[in-house]
C-alpha cells in the first residue's frame, strides 16, 4: 500500500539552530500538505503545494518558515531559527488533486526544541 | 466561536456499546467531511468522508451530515478497546482547497 514518508521521525534541537523535515508523498500524489499539531489540538495547515507551486501559505510564519517542492514531488520544510514555541508535530499529507480527494498522512516527524 | 467544534472528552464507552461524536462547523460552504483517527503519538488516519447529507456505513462506522445544521457525527457500533484514540472532525472549506480540523474527541473503551 503505497505511503506518505517523512524523516527524520524525531528531532531534538536546540533554540536559535536550524532544522528541516523531508517528505515523499504518494506517488502521483499532485498535492502536498504541511502541517503543524499541537499537542491536544487539531492539525493546522501551514502551506500547501500544487504540483511544485504553492497554493496557500497563510499561515507558515514565513520570518522563519521556509517550504519548498522543487520538482514537485517531494517536498521539504525548513525552520531557521528554531525557537521553543516550535515544539510540535510535524504533519505531511498528500492528496491525488487539489480539492474533494482525501488527504493522507504522514508518520510525521516530532520536534522538540530545548 | 471556533470553526470546527468538538467535545473534547474523553468519552468513556464499554466494549460492544455504541460511541456517538459530534462535531459542528461554522463554512456554511463546506461540501466535503471527513473523520480521522489518531492514536497517541502516531499520526492521522482517514477512517470516512462524507460529501451528502443522511448517512454513510462502513464497516462498524457511521457518519451522519447534516448540511442545513452544520453538523456532521460519527458513530462507532460495537466498540472495541482498539478504537480508544482522538478522532478529529474536518471539514473541507467552501473554496475547496483547505481542511479545518477540529480538536478532536478523545474515545476510550473500557473492557
Known amino acids: 500500500e503505497a505511503e506518505v514518508a517523512q524523516s527524520p521521525r524525531y528531532k531534538i534541537t536546540e533554540k536559535s539552530q536550524a532544522v528541516a523535515f523531508w517528505c515523499d508523498p504518494i506517488?502521483?500524489?499532485?498535492?502536498l500538505y504541511w502541517y503543524r499539531q499541537i499537542l491536544g489540538q487539531g492539525p493546522e495547515l501551514l502551506v500547501q503545494?500544487?504540483?511544485?507551486?504553492?497554493?496557500?501559505d497563510s499561515q507558515l510564519p514565513k520570518d522563519r518558515f521556509s517550504a519548498e517542492r522543487l520538482k514537485g514531488v517531494d517536498s521539504t520544510l525548513k525552520i531557521q531559527p528554531a525557537e521553543l514555541g516550535d515544539s510540535a508535530m510535524y504533519l505531511c499529507?498528500?492528496?491525488?488533486?487539489?480539492?474533494?480527494?482525501?488527504?493522507?498522512f504522514g508518520p510525521g516527524t516530532r520536534l522538540t526544541v530545548t | 466561536q471556533k470553526e470546527v467544534e468538538q467535545n473534547s472528552g474523553p468519552l468513556s464507552v464499554p466494549e460492544g456499546a455504541i460511541a456517538s461524536l459530534n462535531c459542528t462547523y461554522s463554512?456554511?460552504?463546506?461540501?466535503?467531511f471527513f473523520w480521522y483517527r489518531q492514536y497517541s503519538g502516531k499520526s492521522p488516519e482517514l477512517i470516512m468522508s462524507?460529501?451528502?447529507?443522511g448517512d454513510k456505513e462502513d464497516g462498524r462506522f457511521t457518519a451522519q451530515l447534516n448540511k442545513a445544521s452544520q453538523y456532521v457525527s460519527l458513530l462507532i457500533r460495537d466498540s472495541q478497546p482498539s478504537d480508544s484514540a482522538t478522532y478529529l472532525c474536518?471539514?473541507?472549506?467552501?473554496?475547496?482547497?483547505?481542511?479545518?480540523f477540529g480538536g478532536g474527541t478523545r474515545v476510550l473503551v473500557k473492557p
Open positions: 499529507a498528500s492528496s491525488s488533486r487539489q480539492g474533494e480527494d482525501e488527504q493522507y
Open positions: 462524507i460529501y451528502s447529507n
Open positions: 474536518a471539514p473541507l472549506g467552501a473554496a475547496g482547497n483547505k481542511l479545518t
Open positions: 506517488s502521483g500524489h499532485a498535492t
Open positions: 503545494f500544487q504540483d511544485e507551486s504553492v497554493v496557500d
Open positions: 463554512d456554511r460552504g463546506s461540501q466535503s
